[in-house]
């Protein structure tokens, strides 16, 4: 099955300052590559998703890049603001037939510093 | 309006007892899953449900069944309660296989 690796674990940024995570994914099948925030004590919501058909999607100070040969996609919030502390989930499945469900890393602890 | 409801938000049982979790989709969404959520966190998929046919049934322990009485509703019952199902139990929904919407989760502590 799908296995998705999720770096760092832990990422501490300066206010005002730029984020990166990393993923990966093992099945060359995937297509499907949302990105979920989740504060303490909420449900995951979704924050932008990209699809095996496009390499690069942007939403205001959140964009993903997706390199389909490497596997590997990344999320990137610009002028990070306290409000953008929280857990960081990326995740995989294949859409298509069928209702696959996700297939998540193990989370971003993103800390942003005033 | 809740899309995605769960009742109840916290439930505290002792080991051996069953128990059931309910979760309603206003969304007219024809797929809803079940997810858990450990201590540390990690997200896992346990069942998925499309037009009340059972989808995804991952490694899971027979003692969780998911019934689906409707496409609006997915109930997840636990038989015979054991300390490591303590976790936060997340139900989804989504049309076919687009975007997932999540409920509120569920706590659930067995001591």
């Known amino acids: 099955g799908e296995n998705v690796e999720q770096h760092p674990s832990t990422l501490s940024v300066q206010e005002g300052d730029s984020a990166v995570i990393k993923c990966t994914y093992s099945d060359s099948a995937s297509n499907y590559f949302p990105w979920y925030k989740q504060e303490l004590g909420k449900r995951p919501q979704l924050i932008i998703d990209i699809r095996s058909n496009v390499g690069e999607k942007k939403d205001q100070r959140i964009a993903v890049t997706l390199n389909k040969t490497a596997k590997h996609f990344s999320l990137h919030i610009t002028e990070t603001q306290p409000e953008d502390s929280a857990v960081y989930f990326c995740?995989?499945?294949?859409?298509?037939?069928?209702?696959?469900?996700?297939?998540f890393g193990k989370g971003t602890h993103l800390i942003i510093q005033p | 309006d809740t899309a995605v409801s769960q009742t109840p938000k916290y439930l505290v049982t002792q080991m051996g007892n069953d128990k059931s979790i309910k979760c309603e989709q206003n969304?007219?969404?024809?797929?809803m899953y079940w997810y858990k959520q450990d201590s540390k966190k990690f997200l896992k998929i346990m069942f998925s449900y499309n037009n009340k046919e059972l989808i995804i049934n991952e490694t899971v322990p027979n003692r969780f069944s998911p019934k689906s009485p409707d496409k609006a509703h997915l109930n997840l019952h636990i038989n015979s309660l054991e300390l490591g199902d303590s976790a936060v139990y997340f139900c989804?929904?989504?049309?076919?296989?687009?975007?997932?919407?999540f409920g509120p989760g569920t706590r659930l502590t067995v001591l």
């Open positions: 995740a995989a499945s294949k859409m298509g037939g069928g209702a696959d469900g996700l297939t």
């Open positions: 989804a929904s989504s049309q076919g296989a687009a975007t997932q919407y």
């Open positions: 969304l007219g969404h024809d797929t």
